[in-house]
Protein backbone atom coordinates (compact mmCIF):
# COMPACT_ATOMS: atom_id res chain seq x y z
CA UNK A 1 0.00 0.00 0.00
CA UNK A 2 1.65 3.08 -0.91
CA UNK A 3 2.29 5.76 2.30
CA UNK A 4 -1.08 8.32 1.13
CA UNK A 5 -3.67 6.50 -1.18
CA UNK A 6 -5.62 8.16 -3.78
CA UNK A 7 -9.44 7.75 -4.41
CA UNK A 8 -11.60 7.93 -6.81
CA UNK A 9 -15.46 8.31 -6.19
CA UNK A 10 -18.30 7.44 -8.37
CA UNK A 11 -21.62 9.57 -7.37
CA UNK A 12 -24.71 10.36 -8.49
CA UNK A 13 -26.50 12.49 -6.30
CA UNK A 14 -25.84 15.39 -3.57
CA UNK A 15 -22.67 13.45 -2.24
CA UNK A 16 -22.83 14.28 1.47
CA UNK A 17 -21.27 10.93 1.97
CA UNK A 18 -18.25 12.13 -0.87
CA UNK A 19 -18.06 15.09 1.44
CA UNK A 20 -17.75 13.38 4.50
CA UNK A 21 -14.68 11.78 2.82
CA UNK A 22 -13.08 15.14 1.81
CA UNK A 23 -13.08 16.37 4.77
CA UNK A 24 -11.96 13.26 6.61
CA UNK A 25 -8.81 13.15 4.17
CA UNK A 26 -8.41 16.84 4.34
CA UNK A 27 -8.39 16.87 8.83
CA UNK A 28 -5.64 14.16 7.91
CA UNK A 29 -8.17 11.78 9.71
CA UNK A 30 -7.56 9.46 5.80
CA UNK A 31 -4.17 9.46 5.32
CA UNK A 32 -4.96 9.80 1.17
CA UNK A 33 -6.93 12.32 -0.80
CA UNK A 34 -9.40 12.08 -3.31
CA UNK A 35 -8.33 12.63 -6.76
CA UNK A 36 -11.47 12.30 -9.04
CA UNK A 37 -15.34 12.05 -9.13
CA UNK A 38 -16.99 11.04 -12.01
CA UNK A 39 -21.17 11.32 -11.96
CA UNK A 40 -23.81 9.78 -14.26
CA UNK A 41 -25.58 12.43 -13.89
CA UNK A 42 -24.74 15.96 -15.04
CA UNK A 43 -26.69 17.93 -12.00
CA UNK A 44 -25.24 15.64 -9.00
CA UNK A 45 -24.09 17.97 -6.35
CA UNK A 46 -21.24 15.47 -6.21
CA UNK A 47 -19.42 17.42 -9.32
CA UNK A 48 -20.48 20.53 -7.51
CA UNK A 49 -18.53 19.75 -3.96
CA UNK A 50 -15.55 17.97 -6.26
CA UNK A 51 -15.29 21.82 -8.16
CA UNK A 52 -15.65 23.27 -4.77
CA UNK A 53 -12.21 21.02 -3.65
CA UNK A 54 -10.73 21.68 -6.98
CA UNK A 55 -10.78 17.95 -7.76
CA UNK A 56 -11.35 16.67 -11.25
CA UNK A 57 -14.43 15.51 -11.86
CA UNK A 58 -16.41 15.42 -14.43
CA UNK A 59 -19.96 13.31 -15.83
CA UNK A 60 -19.80 10.50 -18.03
CA UNK A 61 -23.20 9.54 -20.13
CA UNK A 62 -23.89 6.05 -18.64
CA UNK A 63 -26.35 4.37 -20.99
CA UNK A 64 -29.76 1.77 -19.80
CA UNK A 65 -27.78 -1.05 -17.33
CA UNK A 66 -26.64 -4.25 -19.47
CA UNK A 67 -26.70 -2.70 -23.22
CA UNK A 68 -23.38 -2.56 -25.19
CA UNK A 69 -23.31 1.28 -24.54
CA UNK A 70 -23.46 0.63 -20.70
CA UNK A 71 -20.56 -1.76 -21.11
CA UNK A 72 -18.77 0.76 -22.89
CA UNK A 73 -19.54 3.64 -20.56
CA UNK A 74 -18.08 1.41 -17.84
CA UNK A 75 -14.39 0.93 -19.65
CA UNK A 76 -14.59 4.45 -20.24
CA UNK A 77 -14.66 5.27 -16.20
CA UNK A 78 -12.38 2.27 -15.70
CA UNK A 79 -9.82 4.05 -17.96
CA UNK A 80 -10.58 7.42 -16.19
CA UNK A 81 -9.88 5.74 -12.61
CA UNK A 82 -6.70 3.83 -14.10
CA UNK A 83 -5.12 7.75 -15.30
CA UNK A 84 -5.45 8.99 -12.48
CA UNK A 85 -4.00 5.98 -10.38
CA UNK A 86 -6.40 5.72 -7.82
CA UNK A 87 -5.62 3.09 -5.14
CA UNK A 88 -9.18 2.62 -4.04
CA UNK A 89 -12.38 3.14 -5.56
CA UNK A 90 -15.62 5.05 -3.54
CA UNK A 91 -19.47 4.27 -4.55
CA UNK A 92 -20.68 7.58 -2.52
CA UNK A 93 -24.54 7.34 -3.26
CA UNK A 94 -23.86 5.99 -7.39
CA UNK A 95 -27.14 4.84 -8.69
CA UNK A 96 -25.95 2.73 -11.58
CA UNK A 97 -24.97 -0.92 -11.30
CA UNK A 98 -21.32 -1.74 -11.86
CA UNK A 99 -20.54 -4.03 -14.52
CA UNK A 100 -18.24 -7.02 -14.07
CA UNK A 101 -15.58 -5.48 -15.91
CA UNK A 102 -15.22 -2.50 -13.43
CA UNK A 103 -15.69 -5.10 -10.44
CA UNK A 104 -12.84 -7.33 -11.69
CA UNK A 105 -10.13 -4.23 -12.63
CA UNK A 106 -10.73 -2.85 -8.87
CA UNK A 107 -11.56 -6.41 -6.70
CA UNK A 108 -11.01 -5.41 -3.06
CA UNK A 109 -10.08 -1.74 -3.70
CA UNK A 110 -13.63 -0.89 -4.50
CA UNK A 111 -16.38 -0.03 -1.61
CA UNK A 112 -19.55 0.86 -1.59
CA UNK A 113 -22.11 2.58 1.28
CA UNK A 114 -25.53 0.89 1.44
CA UNK A 115 -28.14 2.72 4.09
CA UNK A 116 -29.32 -0.81 5.52
CA UNK A 117 -27.93 -3.64 7.27
CA UNK A 118 -27.38 -6.06 4.96
CA UNK A 119 -28.43 -8.28 4.20
CA UNK A 120 -31.50 -7.24 4.98
CA UNK A 121 -32.67 -4.80 2.23
CA UNK A 122 -30.73 -4.59 -0.68
CA UNK A 123 -31.72 -2.22 -3.74
CA UNK A 124 -33.02 1.50 -3.23
CA UNK A 125 -34.98 3.18 -0.79
CA UNK A 126 -34.71 0.65 1.29
CA UNK A 127 -34.96 3.26 4.42
CA UNK A 128 -38.73 3.77 3.36
CA UNK A 129 -39.04 -0.17 3.07
CA UNK A 130 -37.39 -0.72 6.71
CA UNK A 131 -40.36 1.68 8.45
CA UNK A 132 -42.75 -0.20 6.11
CA UNK A 133 -41.47 -3.66 7.07
CA UNK A 134 -41.77 -2.71 10.73
CA UNK A 135 -38.07 -3.70 11.30
CA UNK A 136 -37.26 -2.11 15.28
CA UNK A 137 -33.25 -1.78 14.07
CA UNK A 138 -31.79 -0.29 10.80
CA UNK A 139 -28.33 1.01 10.05
CA UNK A 140 -25.97 1.45 7.32
CA UNK A 141 -23.36 -0.79 5.82
CA UNK A 142 -19.87 -0.60 3.96
CA UNK A 143 -19.01 -3.12 2.41
CA UNK A 144 -16.23 -4.08 -0.92
CA UNK A 145 -18.32 -4.71 -3.98
CA UNK A 146 -18.18 -7.75 -5.52
CA UNK A 147 -20.55 -9.17 -9.30
CA UNK A 148 -23.73 -9.36 -7.33
CA UNK A 149 -25.09 -6.14 -6.09
CA UNK A 150 -25.18 -5.49 -2.38
CA UNK A 151 -23.46 -8.64 -1.47
CA UNK A 152 -20.08 -8.12 -0.88
CA UNK A 153 -17.99 -8.28 1.93
CA UNK A 154 -18.78 -6.24 4.73
CA UNK A 155 -16.18 -4.07 6.72
CA UNK A 156 -18.48 -1.73 9.29
CA UNK A 157 -22.14 -1.68 10.22
CA UNK A 158 -23.84 0.81 11.95
CA UNK A 159 -27.59 0.21 13.36
CA UNK A 160 -30.22 2.59 14.53
CA UNK A 161 -33.08 2.36 16.44
CA UNK A 162 -36.25 2.88 14.15
CA UNK A 163 -39.25 4.88 16.49
CA UNK A 164 -42.74 4.19 16.02
CA UNK A 165 -43.48 7.43 14.24
CA UNK A 166 -40.63 7.59 12.18
CA UNK A 167 -41.06 8.66 8.77
CA UNK A 168 -38.83 6.95 5.95
CA UNK A 169 -37.13 10.30 5.66
CA UNK A 170 -37.00 10.72 9.41
CA UNK A 171 -34.95 7.34 9.19
CA UNK A 172 -33.05 7.94 6.15
CA UNK A 173 -31.81 11.26 7.85
CA UNK A 174 -30.88 9.19 10.96
CA UNK A 175 -28.76 6.73 8.72
CA UNK A 176 -27.02 8.79 6.74
CA UNK A 177 -25.47 10.89 10.20
CA UNK A 178 -23.88 7.09 10.59
CA UNK A 179 -23.20 6.82 7.12
CA UNK A 180 -20.95 9.86 7.20
CA UNK A 181 -18.94 8.46 9.95
CA UNK A 182 -18.85 4.50 8.66
CA UNK A 183 -17.45 5.18 5.35
CA UNK A 184 -14.76 7.45 6.01
CA UNK A 185 -13.43 4.85 9.46
CA UNK A 186 -13.59 2.05 6.41
CA UNK A 187 -11.42 4.13 4.40
CA UNK A 188 -9.30 5.04 7.11
CA UNK A 189 -8.82 1.26 7.77
CA UNK A 190 -7.84 0.43 4.26
CA UNK A 191 -5.21 3.28 3.76
CA UNK A 192 -4.00 2.20 6.74
CA UNK A 193 -3.54 -1.45 5.24
CA UNK A 194 -5.48 -3.35 8.51
CA UNK A 195 -7.98 -4.51 6.23
CA UNK A 196 -8.07 -8.35 4.49
CA UNK A 197 -10.80 -10.34 2.79
CA UNK A 198 -10.91 -14.14 3.72
CA UNK A 199 -13.99 -15.54 1.29
CA UNK A 200 -16.97 -13.56 3.07
CA UNK A 201 -15.58 -12.24 5.73
CA UNK A 202 -13.34 -8.78 6.22
CA UNK A 203 -10.99 -9.19 9.19
CA UNK A 204 -9.80 -5.92 10.69
CA UNK A 205 -6.37 -5.57 11.58
CA UNK A 206 -6.10 -4.62 15.41
CA UNK A 207 -9.54 -3.88 16.22
CA UNK A 208 -10.07 -0.89 19.00
CA UNK A 209 -10.76 -2.38 22.23
CA UNK A 210 -14.19 -0.97 23.07
CA UNK A 211 -17.40 -2.55 23.17
CA UNK A 212 -19.49 -2.33 20.43
CA UNK A 213 -22.12 -0.85 22.45
CA UNK A 214 -20.22 2.66 23.27
CA UNK A 215 -21.93 5.31 22.32
CA UNK A 216 -25.27 6.33 21.44
CA UNK A 217 -26.02 3.33 18.57
CA UNK A 218 -24.09 0.16 18.01
CA UNK A 219 -21.22 0.31 15.48
CA UNK A 220 -19.03 -2.81 14.83
CA UNK A 221 -16.08 -2.49 14.61
CA UNK A 222 -16.02 0.29 17.11
CA UNK A 223 -15.34 4.02 15.71
CA UNK A 224 -12.00 4.70 16.05
CA UNK A 225 -11.38 8.89 14.18
CA UNK A 226 -14.77 9.39 13.81
C1 LIG B 1 -26.84 7.41 0.79
O1 LIG B 1 -27.90 7.12 1.67
C2 LIG B 1 -26.16 6.15 0.36
O2 LIG B 1 -26.09 5.18 1.35
C3 LIG B 1 -27.05 5.70 -0.77
O3 LIG B 1 -27.41 6.87 -1.44
C4 LIG B 1 -27.36 7.98 -0.53
C5 LIG B 1 -26.42 8.97 -1.13
O4 LIG B 1 -26.40 10.19 -0.45
N1 LIG B 1 -26.38 4.70 -1.57
P1 LIG B 1 -25.27 11.25 -0.77
O5 LIG B 1 -25.29 11.50 -2.27
O6 LIG B 1 -23.97 10.72 -0.30
O7 LIG B 1 -25.69 12.48 -0.02
Redesign the pocket.
Known amino acids: MPESIRIGAL ?10 IIDACEAGKIDGSVVAVISDNPD ?3 LERAHNHTIDAHQIEVPETGTEGWKEADRTIIESLEDHDVDLVV ?5 RIVGPEMVEAFRGRMM ?4 ALLPAFPG ?1 EV ?1 WDAVEYGVKLAG ?1 TVHFVVEEYDTGPIIIQAGVPVEQDDSGQDL ?1 DR ?2 EL ?2 RI ?1 PQAIRWFAEDRLSIEGRKVVLEDPAEVEAGDGPYIVNPPLEAF
Not at 11 to 20: F, H, K
Not at 91 to 95: D, F, K, N, R, T
Open positions: ASGGGTNLQSAGALAGYMNIHPVQAAIIEHY
